[in-house]
């Protein structure tokens, strides 16, 4: 089937599904509120089935070009002596590829080069959907996790929603590494992973209200909570700089009754956004992009289409965003540590989500 789609929203998710449906035959026309392509974010893990996804428009193979390979995992106490490994291996052995490190903007880069031949709108807020689902045949919603449209079309009950947890992220130049660390405290957990271009990229979360002030800046509130921690965590709060801080409270999104309402289909944060414990928000926008392009190819009827996407998509990521969340809460704990090592070992053990 063929058809006009409008797609609000030229983040991943939207440059994505503009590239695949336009590859699919599709008159396609993509509204973004900002004025161009973001140039803020810190690494994102592409893991197999996004790098698989990425390969029906042509993408895929960038990403192995540009990004950087992810070796080993491992998982540490504040002090610095191992909780458990993951065995990356095992996930090459069994798909053929790695997880890659890449950033934001540079993936947003690769995307917009697919989406070259579609029509870009920048600078082009859609506050109301309306007369776009009187345009065309289908719109696509990729406005992020606090999409207007979501709320407009199912109610503050499915407004993007804190939980409890604030995040601190970037990178530091030079220091290039291939291993990913994951410090576990307290209540709070810090990342160190790879990203292209010889930087390391790190994060921090801890439990704090939300929209909590750092009086003295962020980066002398990191080095209060992590400052005597162990491993590689001293290497980057000794490096980094407070203008290269980003700060951002995390919200996740309730599980919605369908992805699709009427000839409007949601994907990415606006239809599941979920805590990026386990790293794959990114990944399952992109898989979200393309399966809807393929099933409104495939189907005869685009009402058919949208159904089968919705189908496809929504169990397989509320079961995901369910585990992000309880592996959130996991890194929340602050007594029985002695628990929440084992349970993170035996965690380990189980094959990793392609």
Same mark, same amino acid.
């Given at each position: 089937? #063929?058809?006009?789609?409008?797609?609000?929203?030229?983040?991943?998710?939207?440059?994505?599904?503009?590239?695949?449906?336009?590859?699919?035959?599709?008159?396609?026309?993509?509204?973004?509120?900002?004025?161009?392509?973001?140039?803020?974010?810190?690494?994102?893990?592409?893991?197999?089935?996004?790098?698989?996804?990425?390969?029906?428009?042509?993408?895929?193979?960038?990403?192995?070009?540009?990004?950087?390979?992810?070796?080993?995992?491992?998982?540490?106490?504040?002090?610095?002596?191992?909780?458990?490994?993951?065995?990356?291996?095992?996930?090459?052995?069994?798909? !053929?590829? +790695?997880?890659?490190?890449?950033?934001?903007?540079?993936?947003?880069?690769?995307?917009?080069?697919?989406?070259?031949?579609?029509?870009?709108?920048?600078?082009?807020?859609?506050?109301?959907?309306?007369?776009?689902?009187?345009?065309?045949?289908?719109?696509?919603?990729?406005?992020?996790?606090?999409? /207007?449209?979501?709320?407009?079309?199912? !109610?503050?009950?499915?407004?993007? @929603?804190?939980?409890?947890?604030?995040?601190?992220?970037?990178?530091?130049?030079?220091? +290039?590494?291939?291993?990913?660390?994951?410090?576990?405290?307290?209540?709070?957990?810090?990342?160190?992973?790879?990203?292209?271009?010889?930087?390391?990229?790190?994060?921090?979360?801890?439990?704090?209200?939300?929209?909590?002030?750092?009086?003295?800046?962020?980066?002398? #509130?990191?080095?209060?909570?992590?400052?005597?921690?162990?491993?590689?965590?001293?290497?980057?709060?000794?490096?980094?700089?407070?203008?290269?801080?980003?700060?951002?409270?995390?919200?996740?999104?309730?599980?919605?009754?369908?992805?699709?309402?009427?000839?409007?289909?949601?994907?990415?944060?606006?239809?599941?956004?979920?805590?990026?414990?386990?790293?794959?928000?990114?990944? $399952?926008?992109?898989?979200?992009?393309?399966?809807?392009?393929?099933?409104?190819? $495939?189907?005869?009827?685009?009402?058919?289409?949208?159904?089968?996407?919705? /189908?496809? @998509?929504? @169990?397989?990521?509320? @079961?995901?965003?369910?585990?992000?969340?309880?592996?959130? /809460?996991?890194?929340?704990?602050?007594?029985?540590?002695?628990?929440?090592?084992?349970?993170?070992?035996?965690?380990?053990?189980?094959?990793?989500?392609?």
């Amino acid at each position: 089937m #063929r058809g006009t789609a409008k797609i609000v929203g030229g983040g991943i998710g939207g440059l994505a599904a503009a590239s695949a449906l336009h590859q699919a035959g599709w008159d396609v026309t993509l509204y973004e509120r900002e004025v161009g392509l973001s140039g803020a974010g810190t690494a994102l893990g592409m893991w197999p089935s996004a790098v698989a996804a990425l390969d029906h428009i042509g993408t895929g193979d960038d990403v192995r070009t540009q990004g950087t390979e992810q070796t080993s995992a491992e998982f540490l106490r504040a002090d610095g002596t191992l909780i458990g490994k993951l065995d990356t291996t095992r996930l090459r052995r069994r798909t !053929g590829d +790695p997880v890659y490190l890449l950033s934001r903007p540079a993936l947003l880069n690769l995307l917009y080069r697919a989406a070259q031949n579609t029509a870009t709108h920048f600078g082009h807020p859609i506050a109301d959907i309306t007369s776009l689902q009187r345009e065309c045949d289908v719109v696509v919603v990729a406005d992020g996790i606090f999409s /207007r449209t979501r709320a407009a079309l199912f !109610g503050d009950r499915y407004r993007a @929603r804190y939980i409890g947890v604030t995040a601190w992220r970037g990178w530091i130049d030079n220091r +290039p590494t291939r291993t990913m660390t994951e410090t576990w405290g307290r209540g709070a957990k810090f990342g160190i992973t790879p990203q292209e271009g010889g930087r390391t990229n790190w994060y921090a979360t801890t439990v704090a209200p939300e929209g909590a002030p750092s009086p003295d800046g962020e980066l002398a #509130r990191l080095r209060e909570l992590f400052g005597s921690w162990g491993g590689p965590v001293r290497m980057v709060l000794d490096t980094i700089a407070e203008e290269a801080i980003l700060r951002h409270d995390l919200h996740v999104v309730p599980p919605l009754p369908t992805f699709v309402s009427g000839n409007v289909a949601l994907i990415g944060d606006a239809a599941h956004a979920m805590p990026p414990d386990l790293g794959r928000g990114a990944c $399952e926008t992109l898989i979200d992009a393309i399966t809807l392009a393929r099933c409104l190819r $495939e189907s005869p009827m685009i009402d058919a289409g949208l159904h089968a996407y919705d /189908r496809r @998509r929504r @169990r397989p990521t509320q @079961r995901l965003a369910a585990a992000a969340a309880g592996a959130s /809460r996991l890194t929340r704990w602050n007594r029985n540590l002695w628990l929440r090592d084992g349970l993170l070992r035996m965690s380990l053990l189980l094959p990793p989500p392609a």
